[in-house]
């Protein structure tokens, strides 16, 4: 198993050998982000800023604005917060061909706590306009996904955790900004982005023995959200969980009930992190704490 931050640090390596317009800038965070053998393979087209996450993100755009394709990597929780206005004005506003790659996203620092968390940034990132927001949930994913993005010249976000996940897929048709069905089934629907979408699909295995079918949707695109899978699935299954790494204000599970209460209105329960300081942890100790683990989502979906 990999993460998914290694899985970009290998996809950029593989595509930077025949594209040299592809630069990564580094806030003093290419250890974190697994992306050292990058630096070293291609020096030239690295730019290290250190610990100046708005620089960081200005000189992205200011690299995109020459033709570059510029990846800017730092870690979630400050990349979000305290780039924020470098995002709005720079990349989003002025339409610059800047990839965002905050890495070590939600919860992934654990026992570091609270300052170190990225629980937010679907909420201030997809507020933004021009700016295109994805949660891969796995490797496959992930590198579809790099490869896709490296292919346009439009701004994104992506939120990516620092630990290793397995995978979930082995083949998909992807599609750029199209959700995924994983899991068939109509008796409710479980909607989750990121790395949770793994304990989603262990959810609905349980549910299975207890002969629940619940579909699975894989909503790594939060911005675009894909509205006709969403309202499809309401129509269908009548009840749907969001589940997601996050804040429960301004997340998925606020973005699929607007989407339902504008076209098929259903009950939508979010499962998400709370509005409080995220208990310090292991994230497996932190998700299950919160309900968010496979069982706790599981427990859920049958009551509910």
């Known amino acids: ?51 100046a996450e708005q620089n960081l993100v200005s000189i992205a755009a200011g690299l995109a604005s020459c033709g570059k394709k510029s990846f800017a990597v730092s870690p979630a929780a400050f ?19 800047v990839k965002l790659i905050g890495v070590s996203g939600g919860i992934s620092y654990g026992g570091i706590g609270a300052t170190h968390h990225a ?30 993005l490296a292919e346009d010249n439009l ?7 620092r630990n290793p996940v397995e995978n979930i897929y082995l083949d998909c048709d992807f599609k750029l900004d199209k959700a995924m069905t994983i899991c068939d089934g109509d008796d409710l629907t479980i909607i989750a982005c990121g790395e949770l979408v793994q304990n989603a699909v262990k959810a609905a295995e349980i549910l299975r023995g207890k002969n629940i079918l619940a579909r699975v949707i894989d909503m790594y695109c939060l911005k675009p959200i894909d509205t006709e899978i969403i309202i499809k699935a309401a129509r269908e299954t009548k009840k749907i969980i969001t589940v997601e790494e996050h804040s429960p204000f301004g997340g998925l599970g606020a973005m699929v009930a607007q989407v339902t209460a504008a076209n098929c209105p259903v009950k939508v329960l979010n499962l998400s992190l709370p509005d409080a300081p995220v208990i310090p942890g292991d994230p497996d100790e ?13 427990n859920t979906a049958e009551k509910f």
Do not use: W
């Not at 990349?79 to 061909?97: C, F, G, H, P």
């Open 1 to 51: 198993m990999n993460s998914n931050k290694q899985i970009i640090n290998d996809t950029l390596c593989d595509l930077a050998t025949s594209d040299k317009n592809i630069v990564v800038l580094f806030s003093d965070s290419r250890g974190s982000a697994s992306m050292n053998s990058f630096a070293e393979k291609f020096p030239a087209q690295v730019v290290e800023v250190g610990i």
């Open 79 to 97: 990349l979000s917060a305290r780039s924020l206005e470098q995002i709005k004005v720079d990349v989003a506003y002025s339409n610059t061909n």
């Open 119 to 148: 629980t937010s940034d679907i909420a201030a990132l997809t507020s933004i306009h021009g700016l295109r927001v994805y949660f891969p949930s796995d490797n496959f994913l992930t590198e579809k996904l790099i490869r896709a």
């Open 155 to 161: 701004p994104a976000y992506i939120r990516v955790g």
């Open 286 to 298: 932190v998700f299950k704490y919160y309900g968010l683990d496979a069982q706790g989502i599981a």
